[in-house]
């Protein structure tokens, strides 16, 4: 019998890759990392168990963008400002009297504990973000920052104080208005604007309320003084700029509105 030869070739056989034993426990179907996929998916009863290839064709996963909330939780994280210091800045405004600037709240701190001035400033934006959803806000007026209560709670909390809120006369309400939207003015320009004289108890009153003040003197014979608003006239109207005052066609249209009902209200009743 002749001798049987053997190939020199060796027999070429799938290879048969091993499933871990942690893989196969679990009954998850785990393939090998290959270079030509960029991520394979296999799926056995409702499980999926993902492979990331290495080397150049690894890629990251990309991650979720999750919507910044307006809450002072996470702006404050983006805010970089002291914990302590955002207390200490909410106490000092709460007592203060008047309103105040970041830099005169700065200057309530110890020269040795001092922070600097953009921290007091990050701090005041936090404070004024967390009172956001309260009945009480921290409003930025041309003085600075205060504490007070919001708008539309005003007539409830009005009900505790006996004094009413003084009522000024039409006169004087033009007035001011005039100097608010026209200043720097004399009050020989006030006059020629209403084509009626200003008397001196209406200037003594807004002199002394300190919502106007003599900003300069007009150089023509006598030199007249020019009027012009100050922060308090700013402060009580709960403003912090000029630029905040309504338009002369919003107030048109307020008048109108006002001519409108007062004109309905007249019908109503003859009839």
């Given amino acids: 019998m002749p001798p049987v030869k053997r190939s020199s070739k060796k027999s070429t056989k799938p290879k048969v890759e091993q499933v ?9 179907i785990v393939l090998p990392e290959t270079e030509i996929e960029p991520l394979l998916v296999v799926q056995q009863s409702a499980r999926i168990v993902r492979l990331r290839p290495f080397g150049k064709f690894r890629k990251p996963l990309r991650q979720q963008e999750k919507p910044v909330s307006e809450t002072y939780a996470a702006i404050s994280q983006q805010i970089n400002f002291n914990v302590n210091t955002q207390r200490i800045v909410e106490a000092i405004l709460f007592v203060a009297k008047q309103p105040m600037t970041s830099k005169q709240i700065l200057e309530v701190f110890p020269e040795l ?3 600097n001035i953009k921290e ?10 967390e009172y956001m959803t309260r009945p009480i806000e921290l409003k930025r007026v041309a003085s600075g920052y205060r504490f007070q209560v919001k708008q539309d709670l005003s007539q409830w909390v009005s009900r505790l104080f006996e004094e009413r809120p003084p009522k000024y006369s039409r006169a004087l309400l033009e007035t001011l208005a005039i100097i608010a939207y026209k200043q720097p003015v004399t009050r020989a320009d006030i006059e020629d604007i209403r084509g009626v004289g200003v008397s001196s108890s209406i ?3 807004l002199l002394e309320r300190e919502w106007i003040k003599v900003v ?12 012009g608003t100050t922060k308090d ?21 307020l ?17």
């Fill in 20 to 28: 871990p034993k942690a893989a196969e426990a679990s009954n998850d």
């Fill in 233 to 253: 006239f700013l402060d009580y109207f709960n403003i912090s700029s000029l630029s905040e005052l309504p338009t002369m066609g919003e107030i048109q249209s």
């Fill in 120 to 129: 007091v400033e990050s701090a005041i934006e936090a404070i004024a973000i």
């Fill in 203 to 205: 200037m003594q009153t």
């Fill in 216 to 227: 300069a003197h007009k150089e023509v014979p006598g030199r007249p003084g020019l009027y």
């Fill in 255 to 271: 008048a109108d509105l006002k001519d409108n009902a007062q004109q309905s209200i007249q019908v109503t009743s003859e009839q």
């Fill in 113 to 115: 504990e001092r922070p």
